[in-house]
């Protein structure tokens, strides 16, 4: 836990190598987050092989309950559950603060030198760099869409606020 019992969260964003065994050494900010709030077990995975999903384990048993809890699945689950377990791999960091991921992700993922860690509050994504640019960087973030983002936020925050 963090300061005063706290989970430590994961933001921003760093750039990473992978080395020449298929390693990536975790940013100082995310390892420490990572070893203070949640251990060193963690699940990798992806819905497409075009990006990596870093969960701590205990993030990922979170899901998993959820998941679990759903006595009828939609097929869209179905398949959301057999893409998560063909990519899934669970995993430790090693005492150096470095992952291994996995060659099929690796490849499918395209992660070689340029790799963009990005912190998702309790979990991490990893991606090619221009790949996630090409997919999220063109363009501007609509008024639109902030004003959706507001919304979400205040109705939760007002949901919470009831408990």
Same mark, same amino acid.
């Given at each position: 836990m963090g300061q005063n019992g706290m989970k430590k969260h994961f933001r921003g964003s760093y750039i990473a190598k992978i080395d020449d065994r298929g390693r990536v050494k975790i940013p100082a900010q995310y390892l420490s987050a990572l070893e203070q709030s949640f251990?060193?077990?963690?699940?990798?995975?992806?819905? *497409?092989?075009?990006?990596? #999903?870093?969960?701590?384990?205990?993030?990922?048993?979170?899901? &998993?309950?959820?998941?679990?809890?759903?006595?009828?699945r939609d097929p869209d689950l179905e398949e959301y559950i057999s893409r998560i377990s063909f990519w899934g791999s669970e995993t430790e960091i090693d005492p150096k603060g470095r992952i291994l991921i996995p060659s099929d992700l690796r490849e499918s993922s395209? #992660? &070689? *030198? *340029? #790799? #963009?860690?990005?912190g998702k509050i309790d979990y991490l994504v990893i991606w090619n760099k221009e790949a996630f640019a090409a997919k999220y960087m063109g363009g501007q973030f609509s008024d639109e869409k902030m004003q959706k983002i507001s919304r979400l936020l205040n109705e939760f925050s007002s949901l919470s606020s009831h408990e």
């Open positions: 251990g060193k077990e963690v699940y990798l995975t992806s819905i *497409n092989g075009d990006h990596i #999903l870093f969960y701590p384990m205990q993030i990922w048993e979170e899901i &998993e309950r959820k998941i679990a809890r759903i006595p009828v395209k #992660l &070689e *030198n *340029n #790799l #963009l860690i990005l």
